[in-house]
C-alpha cells in the first residue's frame, strides 16, 4: 500500500482501484468512484456550521499516512467486503482534484460486481 501523502485531505474524492487476476495476469479495475476521504491518517473531517447554513471545514495541515477512512453507505461497504476477497495486492487510491464532481460517486463497479458472481475465490488466511 502506498501512503496516500499530503495530497490527501478529509472532506476529498477518491477512486479505489484493485488488480484482479484476468487470464493469468493481474489487471486494474476501477472499484468506486467519488468516494468521500472523512480521515486521513488520525485526522478527521470536522465541519462547523456556519450561520448562512452551510459548512466549513477545519483543515489543521497535513503529513503522510498510511490509513484513510472513506465514506460508504451500507450496501456499498457489503459489496466492498466481498470484492476485497478477490484484490490479493490490497486497494489503490486515485486522488481527485479538490473541485471534483462525480455523478453516481460512492456506486461500487457494477460490471465488476457482475464478473466477481462466477469466480471462486480461495479463503483468506
Known amino acids: 500500500q502506498k501512503a496516500p501523502g499530503d495530497i490527501l ?3 476529498d474524492l477518491v477512486n479505489l482501484l484493485g488488480r484482479f487476476p484476468v487470464r493469468g ?3 486494474p ?3 468506486i468512484e467519488g ?3 472523512v480521515g486521513v491518517g488520525g485526522r478527521t473531517l470536522r465541519e462547523t456550521p456556519l450561520p448562512t447554513g452551510g459548512w466549513a471545514s477545519n483543515d489543521e495541515g497535513l503529513m503522510s499516512y498510511r490509513e ?3 465514506e460508504l453507505t451500507p450496501e456499498a461497504s457489503l459489496q466492498m467486503e466481498t470484492i476485497l476477497a478477490h484484490v490479493p495486492l490490497g486497494l489503490e487510491i486515485e486522488v481527485l482534484p479538490h473541485n471534483a464532481l462525480v455523478s453516481n460517486g460512492g456506486v461500487v463497479n457494477p460490471e465488476l460486481l457482475r464478473g466477481l458472481q462466477h469466480v471462486v475465490t480461495p479463503p483468506r488466511n
Open 9 to 11: 485531505r478529509p472532506g
Open 25 to 27: 495476469s493481474l489487471q
Open 29 to 31: 479495475y476501477r472499484i
Open 35 to 37: 468516494v468521500k476521504v
Open 68 to 70: 484513510i477512512t472513506i
